[in-house]
């Protein structure tokens, strides 16, 4: 089972029309967020899987992913399990973290 944290909430986004199908996004996604399929573009398989870590993004040739790394709810829940706090992501929603 692959981890997942807040469903809905991640800010990535991904272009289709801009792949190329290299597969650099399935290489280093620590999480297998995407996936190829033989002969053709990635797609995302588990979008609620995203840590947010933004390798995808800075591995992509094409540009054909956005992330904001190192923000938002997954980032909030990791750092409010090191700090021993609650997570606070900034957003203010109550249906947030």
Known sequence: MKHRYLNGVTTLEYNID???????CTEV??????????????????????MECGACALNCPTGSIEVDAGVGCAAAITLGWLRGKEPSCGCGGSECC
């Open 29 to 50: 996604c620590p999480h297998g967020v995407f996936e190829m399929a033989l002969g053709a573009k990635a797609s995302v398989f588990q979008r609620d899987s995203c």
């Open 18 to 24: 801009k792949c190329v199908g290299c597969g650099k």
